[in-house]
């Protein structure tokens, strides 16, 4: 099973960008999906997670401005980011609690993928 992350890139302040997770592999099942980020310098930081079942938790610094959501038809969760500001630029990881085809649940990181807010 692999992730894969992208749709970084450099934004302007107030910009927006998507983020993409894919999933790959022997996939039973995917539980909840998480994106980090860790800007230089500093530690590795939860954005937001959705559950299974659709529930979603946030970082205080991204409520109102990111949307996380998931297509598990696509094996796939986003990051949708709005009104990006300089502080968001980070390197961004997605991160997976998956069920193989054996049914054996293990967490996966994707690589990460950078997202720069700058004028």
């Known amino acids: 099973v692999q992730l894969q992350a992208s749709g970084g890139g450099l934004v302007q302040p107030g910009g927006s960008l998507r983020l993409s997770c894919a999933a790959s592999?022997?996939?039973?099942?995917?539980?909840?999906v998480a994106w980090y980020r860790q800007a230089p310098g500093k530690q590795r930081d939860l954005v937001a997670i959705?559950?299974?079942?659709?529930?979603?938790n946030y970082a205080d610094s991204v409520k109102g401005r990111f949307t996380i959501s998931r297509d598990n038809a696509k094996n796939t969760g986003y990051l949708q980011m709005n009104s990006l500001k300089p502080e968001d630029t980070a390197v961004y990881y997605c991160n997976a609690d998956i069920r193989d085809g054996r049914f054996r649940l293990y967490n996966y990181w994707g690589q990460g993928t950078l997202v720069t807010v700058s004028s």
């Open positions: 959705i559950a299974s079942d659709g529930s979603t």
């Open positions: 592999g022997s996939i039973f099942s995917i539980d909840a």
